[in-house]
């Protein structure tokens, strides 16, 4: 267990989050379509950015690493 980091309710929260970012994301696409390179961009990053946070989150609540 580490000394320094997030608490165990601030990966939740990260994870709940991320969760939330990538449904809406997927809502915006599917609402709107996917037109243009733009949405192309914004679902690249957005799935990266909340896609990579949901991973991470995930991963340290289940490996227990976190004070």
Do not use: C, N, Q
């Not at 990966?11 to 915006?28: C, E």
């Not at 949405?39 to 976190?66: C, N, P, Q, T």
Request: proline share 3%; glycine share 20%; hydrophobic share 50%.
């Amino acid at each position: 267990m580490k000394k320094y980091g997030p608490t165990r309710g601030e990966l939740k929260l990260r994870l709940v989050i991320s969760v939330a970012g990538l449904a809406m994301t997927g809502l915006a696409a599917s609402w709107h379509g996917f037109e243009g390179v733009g949405w192309v961009e914004v679902m690249v990053i957005g799935g990266l950015f909340f896609g990579g946070g949901a991973v991470l989150s995930l991963r340290a609540l289940l490996k227990g690493d976190h004070p």
